[in-house]
């Protein structure tokens, strides 16, 4: 069964610190994975992708297939970095994204 | 930079009532889905449509739910007979390639009363 774990309901870090966002994944192919961020009163926005080896906002991600994680990681955290973040998954025979229970990340000055 | 609009921002309605959920996708996408979140859960997945069919949906999406695309742009959601546990955040995302990642809206927070 296809499934997200993410571990922290809530995770405070300091600014200026490095941060660490941790995903589980359960999928029995090759999934596509992704990070989405919710600022406070905003929409869902997607963060970056595993397939794009990119880093957006300083954030990068690495899928280990080894671990099924995709740890979501930033050097220097930044005040403007406090929102939810959702690990999300799609499998390689669906179109559907399935999404884990999001981390609230809290910088704190 | 597109983006994916849904109408109204916050619906409050009667336990019993039909509600309808609208959504503009981005033009040129062709996958569509609505998804929920029910305060303090997670986001779920209810419905997928392609090529003017529901491709996948959830246990979620029973016979009460139904989605269309009625004209080429919009694409709405229908709960029929709204019950107090369909109160969530309901949002609509499009996606121009399958596992490109969606767009996703501002979402609609429904309150059944």
């Known amino acids: 069964a296809q499934r997200v774990t993410q571990p922290e309901k809530l995770l405070s870090v300091f600014k200026g610190a490095p941060v660490e966002l941790k995903c589980n994944y359960s999928y029995s192919g090759s999934p596509e994975l992704f990070w989405y961020v919710q600022y406070s009163r905003q929409r869902l926005q997607l963060l970056l992708r595993?397939?794009s080896r990119e880093s957006i906002k300083g954030f990068t991600a690495d899928l280990n297939k080894g671990e099924t994680s995709f740890h979501l990681k930033k050097p220097f955290a930044q005040e403007e970095d406090s929102a939810m973040y959702y690990c999300?998954?799609?499998?390689?025979?669906?179109?559907?994204?399935?999404f884990g229970k999001g981390t609230r990340l809290h910088i704190l000055p | 930079e597109p983006e994916v609009t849904q109408t109204p921002s916050h619906q409050v309605t009667q336990m019993g009532q039909e509600v309808i959920l609208r959504c503009v996708p981005i033009s040129n996408h062709l996958y569509f889905y609505w998804y929920r979140q029910i305060l303090g859960q997670k986001v779920e997945f209810l419905v997928s449509f392609y090529n003017n069919e529901i491709s996948e949906k959830s246990e979620i999406f029973d016979d009460q739910f139904s989605v269309e695309r009625p004209d080429g742009s919009n694409f709405t959601l229908k709960i029929r007979s709204t019950k107090l546990e369909d109160s969530a955040m309901y949002f609509c995302a499009s996606s121009v390639l399958v596992n490109y990642g969606y767009t996703f809206g501002s979402g609609t927070r429904l309150t059944v009363v």
């Open positions: 999300a998954l799609s499998g390689s025979r669906d179109d559907k994204i399935i």
């Open positions: 595993h397939i």
